[in-house]
């Protein structure tokens, strides 16, 4: 089978209205507010030595946050404005995707426009600027005449630069709820699904170059003024604006909007849950690649309707609980903490997604460790690798606290990976996930907890506030509950990573009913 | 004597100089008027504070002490956008603006004062017939595309664009080849007398000044040293106008050594 007869590429295509759309749309709209507050800003500071330090030292600042913690940042900074928003006037607004993306973004803009604006205006000759004055012009005749058009391709290449920078950092406003060609990539990489990674990749440096280019034709259309040019520009920007706008009209408000994290088991139960929901009449949507932080807060705010979470991880994360407790109590005391934010606990889907310490099952064999308590005495010798987030999660306090645990070394590393690395002896023990396919594939075996230090994660379908009573959409995802053991969704999870055709969350999940369903 | 048009009293302008450096008394209490119609030429090295009396007149620079009256009128008390567009002010090396062509340079302050747009092209071309340029050729040239010297007349054009009674001009045949450098001056004298204009020209040069102007004001170290015709110029006792007109007497005598007249061979 050829790389283009691969039939992601359609798939991959069919999404390309909506996550173009929505990364058009949050881009022109952040860069729109980006120029809207630097120009202005870049205009007042220019002949003021202080405030000009000042704001391109923060401009400066903003820029060396990386992109994805800038996004992330905004969520919870709105989440309490719409809190506080909501008690003093009334009025809330979803802290959600679009509103915390526009604005991370608009400020990512500002340090091109800025220091390209005092540059530019900067540069133009002092004779100019008097010759200006003397002609009669007042100080901003002289600006819009003189300054401003003598410094406009200085400026242009740093709006050219914003744009490009926007686009491209748009990508990472996937995990905060915003759609956009992230999509691709944040999917493509937990289901390795490499031809989604490259579409998205190529999708945004295209629309990333198409822009610039746009800009570019503006600028010449201004500096030669050709109207014609800068006209044809103007209208390629406002067709790519338009276009994108057409899909969201479109969109039905009644759709069910099913949420999914950023992994592939999310992926797959996400697509399985839009599937049962569609086969019972209603139209449903999905919001995918979401981080652990923001779920949560999106479903009780009602962004999203939907989703899977894991018992451990609101009881730890959301809610954090340091105690652990039994599997059916800890479920009934989360069902009632739930309760009392309106959120419905559906149900449990039957499998857990825990965290677990894994090892080769030949090297435990032959070093006779079968449980965390065996590992202890030999973990001074050897090195341990987990996710990004296990060493920061109370899971990992409380198995060093119950057992004694003490690494060699300690690594980080992208989920996808360690498994691999467990197999091939580069660490000795990783954190792994109870549910994932890879386990079995290696030939890697999960060590027991007997003293019950890392909580029970049961799969649970959650519903947003105002879906508690929709008793049609609790019928629809009814028979999945119960019906997921563990090995069915290794299973599943071990074809997503197929890397294949077949290892779709659409086709995976499409499997998995045929398994359970029936 | 009738009201001078541009008047002078006891002006006086300091510049802060550099870190803790004691200020710049760039003008030392000037006195000097210049009469409806009068050509002046204010001649002085660099540093004498020429330049800056010059501007104090249409309140491009302030003045900290003194009185400067321009048509009977205190500067201080004129709105200094309105005072600017009715002095003309040539620049030293034009001082036009790139982005715009020649017809939009020289009708910028009508636009300005809301001149409607027939009546500017009308205008545009009688100046550029005024400053002997093809209007058909000129008119759309980008100054890119001209010499200094057309450069300087597109300059001289502006400046007279708004129709005004004075004309205020910095060096402004200071970077032409001579014989550029003549015909303008010439030309311009013409106008002057033509348009029945005020002129108050800024110059380094002796020769220029005399042969242009009707009086001459001497500055050095920001004070007025002499002012007069060439002729009471001559007669001043000051070793430093003595030493001015030096080089325009030597420069006579020479050429009549070394060009002799028709007659005398």
Known sequence: MSLFSDPRWGEALAHLPDYLGNHVRVSVTALALGLAVSLPLAIAVRHRPVPRGALLGLASIVQTVPGLALLALFYPLLLALAALSLSWFGVGFSAFGFLPAVLALALYSMLPVLRNTITGLGGVDPAITEAAQGVGMTPRQSLFQVELPLALPVMMAGIRTAAVWVIGTATLSTPIGQTSLGNYIFAGLQTQNWVFVLFGCLAAAVLALAVDQLLALIEAGIRHRSRLRALAGGIGIAALVAATLVPSVARSPTSVVVGAKTFAEQYVLSALMAQRLRAAGFSASSREGLGSNVIFEALAAGDIDVYVDYSGTLWANQFHRTDIKPRGELLAELKATLARQNVTLLGELGFENAYALVMPRKRAEEKGIRSISDLAAHAATMSMAADYEFFSRPEWAGLQKAYGLKFRTQRQMQPDFMYAAAASGEVDIIAGYTSDGLIAKYDLVVLGDSKHAIPPYDAIILLAPKRAKDEALRAALAPLLGRIDIATMREANLRAAGGDGASSPDAVARWLWDKVGK | ?265
Do not use: C, W
């Not at chain 2, 006195?31 to 119609?37: F, I, K, P, R």
């Not at chain 2, 303008?184 to 106008?191: I, N, Q, V």
């Not at chain 2, 002796?206 to 060439?230: H, S």
């Open chain 2, 1 to 265: 004597m009738q009201t001078p048009l541009i008047a002078f009293a006891h002006v006086g302008k300091s510049f802060a100089g550099g870190r803790g450096a004691q200020p710049v008394r760039a003008v030392d209490d000037v006195s000097l008027a210049v009469a409806e119609g009068e050509f002046l030429a204010i001649v002085g090295g660099s540093g004498s504070g020429k330049t800056t009396l010059l501007r104090l007149a249409n309140r491009l620079i302030e003045a900290d002490h003194g009185t400067i009256t321009v048509e009977g009128e205190d500067v201080r008390s004129v709105d200094p956008i309105q005072l600017r567009r009715r002095i003309g002010y040539v620049f030293q090396s034009g001082g036009l603006f790139p982005h715009f062509s020649v017809a939009g340079n020289i009708g910028v302050t009508p636009k300005l004062i809301g001149t409607p747009p027939h009546d500017i092209a009308a205008r545009v071309d009688e100046l550029l017939d005024l400053v002997r340029l093809d209007r058909t050729l000129y008119r759309d040239r980008f100054p890119h595309e001209l010499s200094g010297g057309q450069r300087q007349r597109v300059g001289v054009a502006r400046a007279l664009a708004a129709k005004p009674r004075i004309v205020l001009m910095d060096e402004p045949f200071g970077a032409l080849d001579p014989l550029t450098r003549d015909a303008l001056g010439d030309d311009y004298r013409d106008l002057h007398r033509k348009l029945k204009l005020t002129t108050v020209m800024i110059t380094h040069d002796m020769t220029e000044a005399i042969l242009l102007a009707d009086r001459i004001a001497v500055m050095r170290g920001g004070k007025l040293l002499a002012q007069g015709t060439p002729a009471q110029l001559s007669r001043s006792g000051d070793a430093y106008v003595g030493e001015l007109l030096r080089t325009p007497r030597r420069q006579a005598e020479r050429l009549n050594e070394l060009l002799p007249r028709d007659d005398s061979a």
